[in-house]
């Protein structure tokens, strides 16, 4: 089976004006199916830059990108953007709902655009929400849910095409304990069922969910090794360590 992602040799570099300032240096990564990656590092480190190209958000400099076996690197946008569609969730920081949406319309919204039916994308939308004890909000726009719900919804938006890959960037980062510990839970819980991913977070409290700890360092990977643990560590036992 191939992996789900894969990077080869894989660059990033901004200019600064005439300067060129190396943001990821030749990262290779190999995600296989049904893995949790979590990807840790200082603040400029590259992580965010590494799952936004990942997911096609930002163009590589130079290297490979591999999704389920085949190369798409060299994609064009709007490829991409298909290809996202398909394939691809993402949950950010800062939640990035549709505002003029409902909630259910913002969770709906992907499995239409994948190609689901009418009947299969509300079914999802019912299922995902109910998992997220977001049943009663989905008639609310985002502006009236708190942050801990929002993430939630988002977490539902990112899951609703089925996606072969899951990235979250810093998914909790915005969150009191109480609602990190719910989003944490989901993304254990969905992990538990077959989904691979790969998160980013500055807290190795929050990585220790994750069965593998990658971590960045200047642009590069200065480790890379399972995460050793006696038995399943809970999402609310890892909020209890704050």
Known sequence: MSPVVKTVNLVKIYQDGAVPVPAV??????????????IMGPSGSGKSTLVHMLGGLDARTSGEIWLDGKRVDTLSESAWALLRRKKIGFVFQFFNLVANMTVGDNVELPALLAGASPKVARERRESLLAALNLTDR?????????GGEQQRVALARALANEPSLLLADEPTGNLDSRNTRDVLRLLSEVHKQGQTIVMVTHDARVASLADRLVSLFDGE????????????????????LR
């Open 221 to 240: 990977i200065v480790d890379d090794g399972r995460i050793a643990r006696r038995r399943t560590r809970t999402a609310g036992e890892v909020i209890d």
């Open 25 to 38: 240096r030749g990262v290779d990564l190999q995600v296989e199916p049904g893995e949790f990656v979590a």
């Open 138 to 146: 989905a008639d609310a726009a985002p502006a009236q849910l708190s």
